[in-house]
């Protein structure tokens, strides 16, 4: 791809996370509560009127709105997303120490679903009907559940009945097992649908005939030609998984106690700390939109197919 | 969290959207998922009919009973009947379901139709605009709503509404711009018809056709959305009874009263399984009539 | 007397328990070093039976014959293995349009490798020269290069070469091609057949199947004729195409549009009278007029390409224009600029002596009656909601029928003017055949009682046959309606037999332009000389003669 089109693409999304960012700015503002009175501790508290003015003056809410979103603009582009209002730390700092424990059950999700999806689709795929009807049923089945119900399925069965896994996890591998399903086994349903229809399509196709008249077995053919089609469409998908997958940690990580970006998510949207709220979507968004970036520089070269539906 | 089917699909690929091909094709399913979501309604309109007893009557002295014939579901921590407390969160579930997918889908026709039938400028600010919108997951857009509004079932109908409105009128617009461009709107053209009749007459019908199946799923995906924010404790408020919120509330005694979580569990499940059979259902009647 | 490459008696193929054959009863042989066609319409089981022979037959099929034997061994019972070592070792497989047919996610490089690979042949830098050297002998340049690159990005023409090549990778004596230039433009389909007849004179065995009875005449040695499943006739090129002794061979023959056919009906229908009210009268005026037209178009890198460039022509009341070129010569374009569906960048158009391209739509909206247009698939240019009625009647002008009862009347009676029965009224396009459909696309053409209809390739889509009847129906109308046509094609045989004058076009350029009978007779520009030396022969004259 030329480096046009890539100074392009860049510019796009640079422009995406600008709006974005005003956007959350903007409902920011629209805030019927008073994040002073927020920062004073709450509905609960009763502030004098001089303790309001103060922190008005100390957190710059007294400024005129312009200003305000000029000095949020450039903070975020020195990386500062503003202070949380109820813990009193830098917004940045709280996202720095949950990340981690997030992008790991994050990460392994990924992989897991996709192993899963890939699993599945070889062994049932374009074979007999009855084989293909209970791949697919199991596919759509798993994409229809919903997280925490799953979440709370398998804590019963695996920790509490079998106690093959702990209910509780101890940051160590086996804590990562069941979180790490419950998030991957939906998104392997979905993957799953799109990659099964592209790999049943791809067997059909004049090329697969070409290779069978090479001499090629029908595993061949599957293996090293329709693969590579079917996941095609999944990987394009994989910038937007991994937003889903983000935003579905959150009720993940409620379900089994697990500390991460979802716990502080949930306990600032209840106490109304929007700073938080605001910069962990952000942060988010972020990351969504520069994977979306990746995935389709990389592969706009190898299917041409590809650049003209990214758009 | 199910899946945003629209959201993601359509913002990244025209490919490979998760047609029906190989969908179910046994109809007991549908059957099923058609009578089950009838029995959901039922619930919701009529809930005295399906019990007697008050979804609010508390009985310590029956407080976590295991299903039995008096108590069908089991009792929660209150002593209050479980069956009870589902038959009437059919209500609010259905109400956030139906009412967030049919905000969402009026939104997303404006937008979609806007854009995909206004010249290049109108396209382009509505684009951009629904792309910086996308670029936020629908659950932490709903999640900011609901830490600006404060927790409601108003409130919860327009998050949800919000969180999955875009991604609908990214869709709308594609099939807007996708029947603008066929040869049938260009035959039309040719013929000498006005822009408004062919507007009413090709790119309308044409263009919602896919919604009805995308609203159908939509619901289903509302509801969990909604259950699922109950679940956090930021939904309706307790002691409403409310799916998600029965969930939540279970959840300390998961491990000696399983009934408290299977039910309302099941019955989440279940429409959101019923949606999505008839949604596919739907799919392919649609599909197979037109090509 | 060598032993025959291949060796068919009655061979029978059928998918599923219960249902009809799709192959019934065919026999023939193949001897080394002659070409054997196979001809055929769609749903002729020419492709099965070829397959067949691979063991390709499809999911579910049951083969039955009598002898099947390659090289002298039967292969009736082979299962899969068996068939493995003897697919690209001893039979290679060219399909058609390489686009499709080589893997698009691998390179042109490992795809030729991959018959090397399946069959063990030598090591990895072994198997990369003979890459090399297979892609030159095919005619590839730069094999080094291309060998690296991906299908999409070599030319129509190299793609279809390195198929080939991957297909002789280990030099089968018997090769099958099922239609192997029917994706390429009339040049590169005479270079491939070239290569193809090279192959034959060195001794390899071809199999050649194909619907263009011309390819067939031009490479051919003996040629079957198959018609539902059944062989029709079979014997030597010359006396099958000459002397044909089956009716259906017969119609096949007659429904080939070529010089000798011109001003001949090509298909054995008859038409229903017409309605008055569609004679347009003969006249001296100009209806169409085109000066100097320029499109440009930029495209999705940015770069500009000029689709049409300073093309000029007129259409006369009550005759035929018609524009061929290759793929990429503008003519759609240009087709699209004489219905105003686009605006030139430069240059006019002017509709019966008034300004057309330069006026505004809104003044367009009312003339557009005049002039009409159908396309190559009338299927995308129907509203998939409607039926057949519905897509009729919208086209019948409320100013002439403000009736709705009168506009349906109308609508009625135009289809059955088409040939169309008053049972297709009520269906969908969808369940309607080919030809059908086009028939309904001109009949929609007709309801606004045109002078001029655009006609964008609309037979190429079609069997022989069912273009046989489509081009009598159009010839037909224009006769008794005194209609006009804007006829494009990429079919030389097609515009020959339709036009009375001709443009050709080539990278949105006009090359030539005269009457048919000086273009194709005395043609002066190169590449209009190319193009027609470029077809495959002409078949001589049959001796049955057909319906005048």
Same mark, same amino acid.
Request: proline share 6%; hydrophobic share 50%; glycine share 10%.
């Given at each position: ?9 860049l510019?796009g ?5 600008w ?8 409902i920011e ?5 008073d994040p002073?009175?927020?920062?004073l501790?709450?509905a ?5 009127p001089?303790?309001?003015a103060?922190?008005r ?11 305000q979103?000029l ?6 582009l020195?990386g ?12 940045a700092e ?15 999700a990924?992989v897991?679903?996709?192993i899963?999806?890939v699993v599945v689709t070889?062994l ?7 084989l ?7 596919e759509t089945?798993?994409?229809?559940l919903?997280?925490?119900?799953l ?8 920790a509490?009945t079998?106690?093959?896994l702990?209910?509780?996890?101890d940051?160590g ?16 349903g979905?993957l799953g649908?799109?990659?099964?229809d592209e790999?049943?399509s ?7 005939v070409?290779a069978?008249?090479r ?9 090293r ?5 079917a996941?095609l469409?999944?990987l ?6 991994l937003?889903?997958l983000f ?8 379900v089994?106690?697990r ?13 109304q700390?929007?700073p938080?709220?605001?910069g ?6 972020t990351?969504?939109?520069?994977a ?5 520089l ?9 650049r003209?539906?990214?758009? | 969290?199910?899946?945003?089917v629209a959201?993601?699909?359509v913002?990244?690929t025209?490919l490979?959207a998760?047609k029906?091909?190989s969908?179910?094709a ?9 009578v ?8 919701a309109?009529v809930?005295?009919a399906?019990?007697s007893?008050?979804?609010f009557d ?7 009973q295991?299903?039995?014939?008096q108590?069908?579901?089991g ?14 969160g059919?209500?609010?579930s259905l109400l956030?379901?139906v ?6 889908l ?5 937008f979609?139709?806007?854009a ?10 509505v684009s951009r605009f629904?792309?910086?919108v996308?670029a936020?997951?629908g659950?932490?857009?709903a ?5 600006m509004?404060?927790?409601?079932? =108003? +409130?919860?109908i327009l998050a949800?509404? #919000?969180?999955? /409105?875009?991604?609908y009128?990214?869709?709308?617009? !594609?099939?807007?711009?996708a029947?603008?461009n066929?040869?049938?709107v ?14 009413v007459r090709h790119?309308f ?8 199946v995308? =609203? +159908?799923?939509?619901?289903g995906?509302s #509801?969990?959305? /909604?259950?699922?924010?109950?679940f956090?404790?930021? !939904?309706?408020?307790?002691?409403a009874p409310?799916w998600?919120?029965m969930l ?5 005694f ?8 299977l039910f309302?569990?099941l019955a ?5 399984l019923?949606?999505t059979v008839?949604g596919?259902?739907?799919q392919?009647r649609?599909?197979?009539r037109?090509? | 007397?060598t032993a025959?490459l291949?060796?068919?008696?009655d061979l ?6 219960g249902?009809?054959?799709v ?5 023939f042989?193949?001897a080394?070093?002659?070409c054997f066609?196979?001809v055929?319409?769609?749903g ?5 039976t070829?397959?067949t022979?691979?063991?390709l ?7 039955d014959?009598t002898t099947?034997?390659l090289?002298g061994?039967?292969v009736?019972g082979n299962r899969?293995?068996?068939w493995r ?5 001893e039979i ?9 047919s080589l893997d698009?996610?691998r390179?042109v ?5 991959e018959?090397?690979?399946l ?11 003979r890459?090399?050297?297979l ?10 290069l291309r060998?690296r ?20 990778a280990?030099?089968p ?5 099922d239609e ?5 433009d009339?040049?590169?389909q ?9 192959m034959?004179?060195r001794?390899?065995g071809?199999i050649l199947?194909?619907h263009d009875?011309s390819?067939?005449?031009r ?7 198959m018609r ?8 030597p ?12 061979t017969?119609?096949l ?6 010089a ?6 090509l298909?054995?229908t ?10 347009r009268p003969p ?6 007029e085109?000066?100097?037209?320029v499109k440009?178009f930029r495209?999705?890198?940015g770069?500009e390409r ?11 009341v009550?005759e035929?224009?018609?524009?061929v070129?290759?793929?990429?010569s ?6 699209q600029?004489a ?8 240059g006019?158009v ?8 330069e006026?505004t739509?809104a003044?367009?909206r009312p ?14 240019s129907?509203?998939?909601r409607?039926?057949v009625?519905r897509i ?17 009347q109308r609508?009625a009676?135009?289809?059955v003017?088409?040939g169309l ?6 269906r969908r396009p969808l ?5 059908q459909r ?8 007709l309801a606004?009682?045109p002078s001029l209809i655009?006609?964008d390739?609309?037979?190429s889509?079609?069997?022989v046959?069912?273009?046989?009847q ?11 309606l ?12 097609v515009i ?5 004058r001709v443009l ?8 030539e332009?005269?009457t ?7 043609p002066?520009?190169?590449y209009?000389r ?6 495959p ?7 049955s003669?057909?319906p005048?």
């Open positions: 791809m030329t480096a046009r089109r890539v100074l392009a693409r510019a999304v640079v422009g995406v996370l709006g974005a960012a005003t956007l959350t700015f903007i503002q629209l805030m019927p509560t002073a009175q927020t920062i501790g709450g609960g508290s009763k502030p004098t001089e303790q309001l103060a922190v003056v100390q957190y710059g809410f007294d400024q005129p709105v312009l200003l979103y000095r949020y603009l450039g903070g975020i020195r500062d997303l503003g202070t949380s209002y109820i813990r009193k730390q830098p917004v709280i996202i720095g120490q949950q990340l981690g424990s997030t992008l790991t059950l994050t990460a392994t990924l897991g679903a996709w899963i999806a070889l049932t795929a374009h074979r007999s009907r009855a293909a009807a209970l791949g697919s049923g199991l089945l798993l994409a229809a919903p997280q925490y119900w979440g709370i399925v398998l804590l019963v069965v695996f509490f079998l106690h093959w702990p209910v509780v996890g940051g591998p086996e804590g990562l097992v069941l979180p790490a399903l419950t998030l991957a086994l939906p998104l392997a979905f649908q799109v990659t099964r790999f049943s791809a067997m059909e196709q004049p090329f697969a070409s069978r008249a001499g090629m077995s029908d595993f061949g053919v599957r293996w030609h329709a693969l590579r089609h996941v469409p999944g394009t998908l994989s910038g937007w998984a937003g889903s935003s579905t940690a959150v009720i993940v990580e409620a089994f106690v500390p991460g970006l979802g716990r502080v998510l949930v306990d600032a949207v209840t106490s700390d929007m938080v709220v605001v962990v979507t952000l942060f988010v968004a990351i969504y939109v520069v979306n970036l990746l995935v389709n990389a592969f706009g070269r190898i299917d041409p197919r590809l003209s539906a990214a758009h | 969290m199910t899946v945003n959201e993601g699909l913002t990244r025209a490979a998760p029906a091909k969908g179910i046994f109809r007991p399913a549908v059957w099923l998922s058609a089950f979501l009838l029995l959901v309604v039922a619930w309109v809930p005295d399906f019990t007893e008050s979804p508390t009985d310590v002295d029956a407080a976590i295991a299903p039995s014939l108590y069908w579901f009792t929660d921590a209150s002593g209050r009947d479980i069956y009870t407390r589902v038959v009437f059919a209500r609010s956030i379901g009412g967030a997918t049919a905000l969402a009026v939104a997303a026709i404006l979609g139709f806007a995909g039938l206004g010249g290049r400028l109108t396209d382009g600010a629904l792309e910086v996308l936020l997951p659950l932490l857009l999640l900011i709503f609901i830490a509004l404060g927790p409601g079932v =108003a +409130t919860e949800v509404a #919000i969180g999955s /409105a875009a991604g009128a990214w869709m709308v617009r !594609g099939q807007v711009i029947v603008r066929s040869g049938y260009h035959a039309a053209t040719a013929l000498g018809h006005t822009r408004s009749r062919i507007i790119v019908p044409n263009a919602m056709r896919p919604l009805v995308l =609203a +159908t799923m939509g619901v995906q #509801i969990v959305w /909604a259950s699922s924010l109950s956090l404790g930021l !939904g309706v408020a307790p002691p409310e998600g919120a939540d509330a279970g959840r300390d998961v491990s000696t009263a399983w009934w408290l979580e309302p569990g989440i499940v279940g429409c959101t019923a949606v008839l596919r259902h739907l392919q649609i599909e197979g037109l090509a | 007397m025959p291949v060796r068919v008696e029978t193929v059928a998918f599923g328990a249902n009809e054959p192959v019934g009863g065919v026999s042989e193949v080394p070093g002659e066609a196979i055929g319409e769609s002729s089981g020419k492709s099965v070829a397959r022979l691979l063991g037959a499809g999911a579910g099929a049951r083969v014959a099947l034997e090289h061994k039967s009736l899969d293995r068996d070592q003897i697919r690209g070792r290679g497989f060219v399909l058609q349009d390489a686009l499709v698009p996610l390179t490089g490992r795809e030729i490798a018959t090397l690979r069959h063990r042949y030598g090591s990895r830098s072994k198997r990369r020269e890459v090399l050297e892609l030159t002998s095919v005619g590839v340049p730069e094999p080094e060998a690159q991906l299908p999409h990005e070599l030319s129509g023409g190299q793609r279809q070469r390195a198929l080939i090549a991957s297909a002789i280990l030099d004596p018997l090769l099958i091609a192997p230039t029917t994706a390429l009339v040049t590169i005479a270079q491939i057949l070239d290569l193809l007849a090279a034959k004179d001794g390899s071809l199947i194909s009875l390819v067939v005449s490479l051919a040695d003996r040629v079957a004729v539902d499943g059944l062989l029709v006739e079979q014997g090129v010359a006396d099958v195409l000459t002397a044909p002794s089956h009716p259906y017969r119609t023959l007659d429904a080939i549009p070529a000798h056919r011109k001003g001949t009906r298909s054995a008859a038409l229903p009278p017409t309605d008055p009210a569609l004679i006249s001296d005026d100009l209806l169409l085109a000066n100097n037209l440009r495209g999705p890198d770069v000029t689709a049409v460039a300073d093309v000029s022509f007129s259409i006369g009550g035929t224009l018609g524009i070129g290759e793929s990429g503008g003519k759609t374009t240009t087709a600029l219905l105003a569906l686009l605006e030139p960048d430069e006019t002017q509709l019966g002596g008034t300004v057309w391209s006026a739509e003044a367009r003339r557009r009656r005049q002039i009409s247009v159908i396309y190559q698939d009338p299927l995308g129907f509203d998939p409607w039926t009625r009729v009647e919208d086209a019948v002008p409320a100013e002439l029928y403000p009736d709705g009862a009168a506009r349906r609508a009676r135009l289809l003017d088409v029965a008053e049972e297709h009224l009520d369940l309607l055949s080919g030809g086009q028939r309904v696309a001109i009949a929609r053409a606004p009682e655009v006609c390739e609309p037979v889509a079609l069997d046959t069912i273009q046989a489509v081009l009598d129906l159009l010839a037909d109308l224009q006769e008794r005194g209609l006009s046509y804007l006829f494009i094609s990429h079919d030389l045989g020959h037999h339709v036009a009375d050709v076009m080539r990278e949105g350029r006009v090359v332009t005269g048919a009978a000086e273009i194709f007779g005395a002066r520009d190169p209009t190319q193009l027609l030396a470029s077809l022969l002409a078949e001589p004259e049959p001796v003669g057909g005048a």
